[in-house]
Structure formats: C-alpha cells, structure tokens
C-alpha cells in the first residue's frame, strides 16, 4: 500500500435501517490516522458513525445522474471484500469479539482484528510469560525421562489444557549439556510458534525458574504419536492407509525445511497424530537447528541416524541427516520394523556402522531391505542413500508419496477413513 492510507465507507444494512460502517485500511509511513502492530497492519471496524460518506477526488466531474449507481456499486464491493476478510479471521481466530446483545441491536464496539499476510498466512504469536503458581498440572503424560517429564495441566485464567513440558537436568547429563539443551529448545520453539504453522507444536508460554530447569507450556494435542499409532493399528491398516500418513509426514518437514530449519531429532515419536482432523505435527525441537549450522550436528536417535554421523568429522547439519531419518521412518510405516535390530545393545548397533563407514561399506537399514521390490522401496533406497547430495529433498519425497497414493487408490477403487488415533 505504500505510504498512503485510504478510506472506504460501507452500509451493512439498509438505507435508513441502522448504523453505516467504515473501514480504515492504514499503510505503513502515515502519521495520521495511522495504527501499526509489529510488521501488521490493522483491520478496524467502526459502527459509530450515522452517514455513509463517499470519497472520490474526481467526483466533482462525474455525471450526477451515474452516481447513485456508482457509489452502489462502490459499496456493494466492499462489503463484499469485507465479508471475506470477515469470514477469513472467524475461521482464524473464532468469532471477533462482538457480543449477542450488539448483534441483536445492530451495534457494536469498536473490534480490532490484526491482518494476515499478502501469502495468506496467519500472524505471529506471542509466547506468554508465565508464573510457576499459575500451572494447574492434572495428569502425567509421560514420566520423567533424562531430560524431561510431559504433564497435562492447565494455566490460570486460561480455559484451555496444554502440555507441561518440565526440562530438569538429571544426573546422565552434565549441567552445561543440559544448559545447551534447554535453551536451544526454548530458542526454536519460540521461532517455530511465530509461525503459527499447523505442522509444529506451538509453545504457549514458558515459565523459566533457573538456569537448569524451565517449563515450557505447549499446545495439548490430542491423540497418539505416530509409534503409539502403528503399535495399535499397523497391522490391520491397508497399504492405502499408511501412504496417507506418509503422506502427511512428508507434508509437514517439507514446511520445516522450507524455512530452513532441520529437526535433527525424526522419529515417530516425535511426530503426532492429533484428532479429529488426522493432522500430523512435528514436536520435540530440542536438537533442531538452522540448516548448515554447526550446532548439533551430530544429533538424532540411533535407530534414524544417518551413516556419516558415525564419522570422525560430523558435516555440519543438514537437510540430509532429516533426510534419512524419514526414509527409515516411511519403511516402519509399512513393515512396523525399525531400521536396526531393537533386541541388540545399541553399543554393538554403533561398533557394527562405525566399522561399515570406515571401511567404505554401504549401510542398509533393516526395514528398507525388507521391502518388496518396487517404486516405494527405490524412494526409500534414495532417501538412505549413502552419499548425503544424493538423496532427494522432502518436497520431491512429498510428490512422489502423492503419487504412490493416488495409483494405490485407484487399484483399490474404494474410499478408505483412517482409524481416529484413541
């Protein structure tokens, strides 16, 4: 909009039945009329004014006679724009804050809705400050680990459940591990959840005690992680069925990796399955990282990490690294196999890539070879590929799935609803 700001009046009822309304679009560089919250500008809805007034610079020479139905007609489009700006931030953001009675009466108070972005996405948001006496905690979630402990609870005055992450340094961590940790987590978190991307958990607020311990008050997600998911229906879920996950999967690290930022840490229980929606988020963020950074690159969980972590000299992090760890991922989808042998000490598993890196052999993940030969399994094969530049980024891993979904769907020539993840 450049540095002017412009005005448009329109009738939301008709003529001589209640207030007309306006509604002020300002631009960024005008001093007055002017309202600015961050790098957004603001939509403002005002019913308080009796007439309906028409701007037009060239007005004077306009034939009176076309101009009843010119300013109509003016009116007539913005409303119509209005509405869809409307109805877009009710479906954001629920209803504005108009209550039944202003409806009922035909006023209301002035509302502030905050505009979205030119590429329609949503508006940043704001992880609260949160006091430690303020966190009703209700339910353990998951029991407290090395690292952390996830409990359900809530926030005073806040009407919603969230997930209560406390990160505690225990006695398998040394203090400035644990440090590096925590505050890299708290780092991504907050830059994810600006976002507000549906594919990754959002921080809610973060109440931080010390140095060595804070609590990150996540968004509750209802349903299973992606392993809990495949424990109670991988084996009576259809070829067609685990395509859509994967599907989804590939969906949501390829919008991580379109900001630039590697997870570090794929796995399937780090990848939730919420309900109803059947919507895949991403969570877990403590080793993530931006992509050529040298901070954590030789992260991840030994069953998805890729060979050339086991290498004397780490490469930096990389997309490459998330990766591999989808290609095993996709291959336990479909044989509820992980990519080494669970029964063996992970130690042994370690001694056994180590020795096949350093003597130039070529490592194959269990679940991979398993497959039956085919374009799915050549998708895995490229993911796990052993030269990093070689495997395909998410976005072509994404197209490829799609396809394999589609053939599959129209072999099977019937529509198939994922079990709810209870």
Known sequence: MGIESFTRIYSNTEPGQGNASTVTYSGVGEASNQEIDGINGLIIVDKEIDTIKESDDNSSDNNLSDRP??????????????????????RLFGRTRQSD??????????????????????????????????????????????????????VR???????MKYLSKSQHLDERTFKEFME????MNRAL????????????????KDDLSSILVLEYVPGLNMKEYLDKYGETLPLVGKYEIMLKVT???????????????????NILLQRPEMKV????????????????????????????????????????????????CMAQIVTLKTAHDEQRIDGDIMEEIIAKVENGEVVIPLNIAMLEE???????????????????????????????LAKEKEEQNKEYSLPLPY
Not at 70 to 77: A, F, I, L, S, Y
Not at 294 to 312: C, H, I, Q, V
Not at 374 to 401: E, I
């Open 251 to 269: 969906n949501a690290l390829k919008a991580l990796h379109g900001i630039g930022i590697i997870h570090n840490d794929l796995k399937l229980s």
């Open 193 to 208: 959840t600006k976002l507000n991307n549906d594919n990754f958990v959002r921080m809610i607020g973060l109440c931080q």
């Open 101 to 154: 009675e202003s409806e009922s009466t035909g006023t209301t108070d002035e509302v502030k809705v905050t505009k979205t972005t030119s590429k329609g996405k949503q508006p940043s948001q704001d992880v609260i400050e949160v006091d430690k006496r303020d966190i009703l905690n209700v339910m353990e979630i998951k029991a407290a680990g090395s690292y952390s402990k996830l409990n359900l609870g809530s």
């Open 69 to 90: 139905r010119r300013n109509n007609r003016r009116r007539n489009v913005v409303w119509r724009f209005f509405h869809r700006v409307r109805k877009r931030m009710s």
């Open 157 to 163: 005055d806040h009407k919603d459940f969230y997930a």
């Open 374 to 404: 085919g374009q799915f399994k050549n998708l895995c094969q490229r993911c796990c590929d052993m030269q990093p530049a070689n495997r395909p980024n998410a976005k072509k891993v994404y197209h490829q799935v799609k396809k394999l």
């Open 281 to 328: 988020k991403l969570t877990d963020f403590r080793f993530s990282c931006y992509a050529k950074s040298p901070k954590f690159n030789g992260a991840g969980s030994l069953m998805y990490a890729a060979p050339e972590l086991f290498k004397f000299e780490v490469p930096p992090c990389n997309k490459a690294k998330d990766m591999w760890a989808l290609g095993c």
């Open 184 to 187: 890299n987590e708290i780092y």
